[in-house]
């Protein structure tokens, strides 16, 4: 690898292991791609200081920051702690206000606090918290890519997208969003590349528009 190799570290969804990346590839002579996984939180952890715990993890300077869904608010808050090269979203929001009113609604009453329980070992529910959409048909893509099923983990996780306290979008951040996601609905999101029939699970089945457009979103100025 040269000195102009460019670092992309990719941050999965909520609940969802790296391997949802497997399918993603750069060109190798400009590109090294770094697959980042979940940490359990500590007691009472804030996403902040989760984010700078996540950040040893980052072996590079000037790196790429790629999130989706969670993962997307979590490379936001690291992006805080460091600086990158560009930093890019996926299938998630730049700010509070892209939130879905439920959401919104689950921080106001704090509903939040007694999802987890159900979700631990659910795998079904758990797609449908993580995912949404029908799952029935889909279970066993869910059941491999779907593996944080920690109780404490999750309880942290949806506490910490309901309750994301982030007012102003960052400057620079590219937000690439499917206009068919039903966790964060397109109705919500301002200034996103569209992709069209894109879902909430696209960084799986439209990898390819993201291994031929990725590159050059990276390179742009």
Same mark, same amino acid.
């Given at each position: 690898?040269?000195?102009?190799?460019?670092?992309?570290?990719?941050?999965?969804?909520?609940?969802?292991?790296?391997?949802?990346?497997?399918?993603?590839?750069?060109?190798?002579?400009?590109?090294?791609?770094?697959?980042?996984?979940?940490?359990?939180?500590?007691?009472?952890?804030?996403?902040?200081?989760?984010?700078?715990?996540?950040?040893?993890?980052?072996?590079?300077?000037?790196? *790429?920051?790629?999130?989706?869904s969670f993962g997307g608010v979590l *490379?936001?808050?690291?992006?805080?702690?460091? $600086? *990158?090269?560009?930093? %890019?979203?996926?299938?998630?929001?730049?700010?509070?206000?892209?939130?879905?009113?439920?959401?919104?609604?689950?921080?106001?009453?704090?509903?939040?606090?007694?999802?987890?329980?159900?979700?631990?070992?659910?795998?079904?529910?758990?797609?449908?918290?993580?995912?949404?959409?029908?799952?029935?048909?889909?279970?066993?893509?869910?059941?491999?890519?779907?593996?944080?099923?920690?109780?404490?983990?999750?309880?942290?996780? %949806?506490?910490?997208?309901?309750?994301?306290? $982030?007012?102003?979008?960052?400057?620079? *951040?590219v937000h690439i969003h499917g206009d068919k996601d039903l966790v964060f609905?397109?109705?919500?999101?301002?200034?996103?590349?569209?992709?069209?029939?894109?879902?909430?699970?696209?960084? %799986?089945?439209?990898?390819?528009?993201?291994?031929?457009?990725?590159?050059?979103?990276?390179?742009?100025?």
């Amino acid at each position: 690898m040269n000195e102009a190799t460019i670092h992309v570290y990719l941050m999965p969804g909520m609940a969802a292991n790296p391997t949802i990346f497997e399918y993603i590839e750069l060109p190798k002579n400009q590109f090294e791609i770094h697959w980042l996984e979940w940490m359990l939180p500590l007691e009472d952890e804030s996403l902040s200081d989760y984010a700078l715990r996540m950040v040893n993890n980052i072996k590079h300077d000037n790196v *790429v920051l790629i999130g989706v869904s969670f993962g997307g608010v979590l *490379v936001q808050e690291m992006s805080k702690h460091i $600086q *990158v090269k560009k930093l %890019i979203i996926i299938s998630s929001v730049k700010s509070m206000h892209e939130l879905p009113t439920h959401m919104i609604l689950a921080k106001k009453t704090k509903a939040y606090a007694f999802v987890p329980t159900q979700l631990a070992g659910n795998i079904e529910l758990l797609a449908k918290y993580a995912l949404g959409g029908s799952v029935k048909k889909r279970l066993d893509l869910y059941k491999k890519y779907l593996s944080v099923n920690d109780s404490r983990y999750l309880s942290w996780a %949806i506490k910490q997208i309901v309750c994301w306290n $982030q007012n102003d979008i960052l400057p620079g *951040v590219v937000h690439i969003h499917g206009d068919k996601d039903l966790v964060f609905p397109i109705k919500n999101i301002t200034n996103c590349i569209t992709i069209k029939n894109g879902t909430h699970i696209m960084i %799986i089945n439209k990898y390819k528009w993201f291994n031929e457009n990725l590159p050059r979103i990276i390179l742009e100025n």
